[in-house]
């Protein structure tokens, strides 16, 4: 048992860049079996992120970390996190406070996963974003290619008026196709929040559920005060700071959710 988040570092991660849609960020990448693009939270890929990406290796993954923001390996401070989502913020490959907006760095992440998915088992891979990146991984769907798309507190568009708190960070054209994949295709979606995270609106999950159906499916945990979870009402990164090794917790229970939505999607897919 533990009272800290899983870390790692960058051991035995294979580095290269990888350039499209004219765009370049360094990758990193480990391991064997259905391919997984992991896209991390502010500040970057900080140990808590590379805990969780090994965790992904060990589960029979091949994963792909994309450095979008920040210093691969360098541990979380206040000072780096600020200076981390300032150069974010203003980066016209995110797009941070647009509404039905197309984001470039998504043609980015969608060439990145044919990449990968060309090199691993199976007809495709999962992808999963965090935080600042979580929106980009539905957004990535797009791409016939991604057939696990994972978002972990989805918070860009950042939640400034109704319109943004409802907003799903995809064109018009962008959130049709999707759409018509899960009605056509079986595409699956999952969400992760905590229920008092501010950063992710309710409203937002509540745009998808009407957008999506069943085909969305949700994990909301308890940070509401005297949670059972213990959560403060801060709560934000499911899948890395949140996550105590211990059985039953809850946060533990979502990241053993998302390895078992990337090995059903993605297993039957290579069978």
Known sequence: MTDTAPASDLTGWKHRSFTAAGITHDCFEKGEGPGVVVMPEIPGIHPEVLGFADHLVDQGFTVVLVSLYGIPGKAV??????SSIGKACVSAEFRAFA?????PVTDYLRAVSRD????????GVGVIGMCFSGGFALAAAVDDVVLAPVLSQPSVPFPIGETRRRDLGLAPD?????????????LCVLGMRFSEDSLVPPARFAHLRELLGDAFEVIELDSSPGNAGGFTKNAHSVVTGEVRDVPGHPALGARTRVVEFFRERL???AE
């Open 99 to 103: 509404t039905n907006a197309h984001r």
């Open 77 to 82: 401070s206040a000072g780096y996190s600020l």
């Open 116 to 123: 990968l998915a060309a090199r691993t088992p199976g007809k």
């Open 174 to 186: 962008e959130a049709a196709r999707i759409v018509q994949r899960t009605k056509d295709e079986g």
């Open 267 to 269: 297993t039957a897919a």
